[in-house]
């Protein structure tokens, strides 16, 4: 483990040196790589320098056994021995799962699309509700966010919304949330009492920065409309709304959530940058599938991941098997607890997939 981690500080000085020389500052493509190179390695260099500093201080302390003659220095060499090898055996297991090849996305921001399925109003009514539940998850955790189109349901909520969510390690902690979200309750057009079955889509994308796609804007079909829903005076007068139509591959995007056609062409961009990625991006998150039986963090968003029962308070994950009874905080953002459960799911067929 030592030589590895060896290896990874050569690798961090070179980067740390290349960084400062002006042919490689000149590069901005390769100068944003080697800086997003240097970020990800720092953990593990400080672990490193760490774990080192724990072996050195075992020697000290077994030399010390060896040759002090004094019973009282002899027993506190004893305790710090044992100390140290405890914090030591610790610091093994944290950096093999350091050492396991991570999701290189994980540390980007991240493009939340939530979708209504199946059941009608009711299906987007639900959509709404998780909307809200992200939006209060958001907010605990200090991250910034954008909405950036939606489309509003006949009876309240949305059959599609849109955002942008930027923060630190966004992606790594949201992209378990990409599936089928199923809801078990009593509908507000229900009339009889009955329990109805709903569904929504979430996907959550990494965002793709400008160095991961080439877009090219002679490819780019740029159209304005007028925007609708809340907006004052704007809506409906003014062609803030923007459309883009990626000719090769024929996707498309709209923004209209602001009043200005420059900054929801600017949301519009990422979004589409995004999209494009995503096509690239799938073929790694199918490879990992194939490999993960938990389906955690994986490409198959048509897999029914968790169930939302109303009547019985219950949260259920069904990658995991994990099972909650707080429905009502869980709606008001308290995902915490089941993105941990689902993280160290992963991180558990991770060390699996390296030992193998």
Known sequence: ???????????????????????????????????KDYKDLQPIIEAYKEYKNILENINNAKEVLNTEKDEEFREMAKEELNS????????????????VPSDPQDSKNAVFEIRAGAGGDEASI???????????????????????DFTEGTAGGYKEVIINVMGNGVYGQMKYESGVHRVQRVPQTE???????SAASVVVLPEAEEFDVELKQSD???????????GGQSVNTTYSAVRLTHVPTGIIVSCQDQKSQIK????????????????????????????????????????????????????SDHRINYTMHNLTSFMDGDLQEILDALQLAENAERLKEAVN
């Open 191 to 197: 009339t009889q009492g009955r329990v109805h079955t």
């Open 84 to 99: 140290l090898i405890e914090r030591r055996d610790e610091m093994e297991d944290e950096i093999r799962l350091m050492l």
């Open 264 to 315: 929801n062409l600017e949301k519009a961009m990422v979004v589409l940058r995004t999209r494009l990625f995503e096509l690239e991006y799938n073929k790694y998150l199918e490879e990992m599938s194939s490999k993960r039986k938990t389906m955690v963090s994986t490409g198959d968003r048509s897999a029914k991941i968790r169930t939302y029962n109303y009547p019985q308070s219950r949260v």
């Open 220 to 230: 780019i079909r740029k159209d304005t409309f007028c925007s609708s829903g809340p």
């Open 126 to 148: 639900f959509a709404g509700d998780l909307y809200r539940m992200y939006l209060k998850f958001f907010e605990k955790k200090g991250w910034k966010f954008d909405v950036v």
């Open 1 to 35: 483990m030592l030589d590895k981690l060896e290896a990874i500080y050569s690798k961090f000085l070179l980067i740390e040196d290349q960084i400062n020389q002006p042919e490689i500052m000149s590069d901005m493509k390769r100068y944003v790589k080697l800086n």
